[in-house]
């Protein structure tokens, strides 16, 4: 792939006929223009290759108004052309293209010559449908599990689908490993967790949540038929509360995955989590950020395992202000909180001496390093 966005380069040989000319790189921008909006005669099976080729066109009116065009299309017309593309770029061009329209994007997911990285990217950006079309051949799945990881990580997929997708993954011995939040997942399948939450949240439910989780809020809460006479003000503050709620209701399987798609504010809910294993696999969270991390290790209700696992991380440490937190946070570790104790500043070392807050231990290093130091 050559990009997030603009995938494999079509090439030229697509197009037929007076499109040739018309449709090239070398053409006018207006004779593009008007192929990009089907205003020149051609039949289909000519057309859609075409304006295929101008979602890569470099003029961005082009691009758009040639996507336009496609999704306009009748699916009587289109979808017949699709099934009969045999080049794998041209299908990559048009899942990227199409990957809002559901009907064109299952047909470049059906097509045998579609390529497992177009795959994977429709996995990343697709919907529901599309989605669900992708996890039913498994042996793609098999061959290329980064389409799994993409699956997980869409928060339109349901519930179902995915723990489906998981369950397939566990049997075939799929190395996974390295994916945020699996092992915790592998775990809870193969019963090494207990999981006494009573099934978790429906597949709708949990959808909700995760629109809420994922910063569609006012989505969610019309799916859930709430707030339907409440002014825009107030939505943030009664969706949040929703997803307490629902967070509540939630299955260990649902609350890990939630934890890897959700935003900061679903995050500050699942830290404080009380299985271990969910408030920890907040941590491997792939949108974690720096500034959520030392706002953790600030935290004096946190649980030692949670602050111990932020002081190891030598990343993390990196920060002045996630040291600082941990050594003034009481419930660290106290092996943690006086190995950064000698990286802080003589300012907050002073401050720690005298504060009453922190670890006795560790107050009382502070006042010796300051002795020490004015003995000098």
């Not at 051949?137 to 689908?161: D, L």
């Not at 002045?320 to 909180?337: D, Q």
Request: glycine share 6%; with cysteine; proline share 5%.
């Amino acid at each position: 792939m050559q990009g997030f966005q603009t995938g494999v380069a079509v090439s030229a040989d697509v197009l037929h006929g007076p499109l040739r000319t018309l449709a090239g790189r070398e053409a006018q921008l207006a004779a593009r223009m008007r192929v990009a909006k089907a205003l020149l005669p051609a039949p289909p099976d000519s057309l859609v290759p075409a304006l295929v080729y101008l979602t890569q066109d470099p003029d961005a009116g082009v691009r758009q108004a040639a996507r336009d065009s496609l999704a306009q299309m009748p699916g009587e017309v289109l979808l017949p052309i699709l099934q009969g593309f045999k080049d794998p770029a041209l299908l990559d061009a048009t899942g990227r293209a199409l990957h809002n329209v559901s009907r064109a994007a299952v047909e470049v997911v059906l097509n045998n010559h579609t390529e497992d990285d177009t795959i994977r990217w429709l996995a990343t950006m697709g919907g529901s449908e599309v989605c669900e079309t992708i996890v039913r051949n498994q042996v793609r799945a098999v061959r290329s599990p980064a389409i799994i990881e993409a699956i997980y990580f869409n928060p339109s997929v349901a519930q179902g689908v995915v723990q489906a997708m998981l369950e397939f993954a566990v049997r075939s011995n799929l190395n996974l490993d390295h994916v945020p939040g699996f092992r915790e997942m592998r775990a809870v399948l193969l019963g090494e967790v207990v999981d006494d939450s009573g099934g978790g949240l429906s597949d709708l439910k949990f959808q909700s949540a995760m629109l809420i989780a994922t910063g569609q809020g006012e989505l969610a809460a019309q799916l859930l038929g709430q707030l339907s006479d409440e002014q825009r003000a107030h939505i943030e503050e009664k969706v949040m509360s929703s997803l307490g709620a629902l967070i509540a209701k939630m299955s260990v399987s649902q609350k890990i995955r939630i934890a890897m798609v959700g935003d900061a504010a679903t995050r500050k809910i699942l830290i404080r989590d009380p299985k271990k294993m969910v408030s920890l696999a907040v941590l491997k969270s792939p949108r974690l950020t720096d500034s959520e991390i030392t706002t953790f290790a600030a935290n004096k209700t946190l649980s030692e395992d949670i602050l111990a696992n932020i002081a190891r991380n030598r990343q993390w440490t990196k920060d002045y202000a996630t040291r600082k937190a941990l050594v003034f946070n009481p419930k660290c570790p106290i092996t943690f909180s006086l190995t950064y104790l000698r990286t802080l500043t003589p300012k907050d070392i002073k401050d720690c001496a005298s504060s009453r807050d922190v670890n006795q231990t560790v107050s009382r290093q502070a006042k010796r390093m300051l002795e020490t130091s004015q003995k000098k």
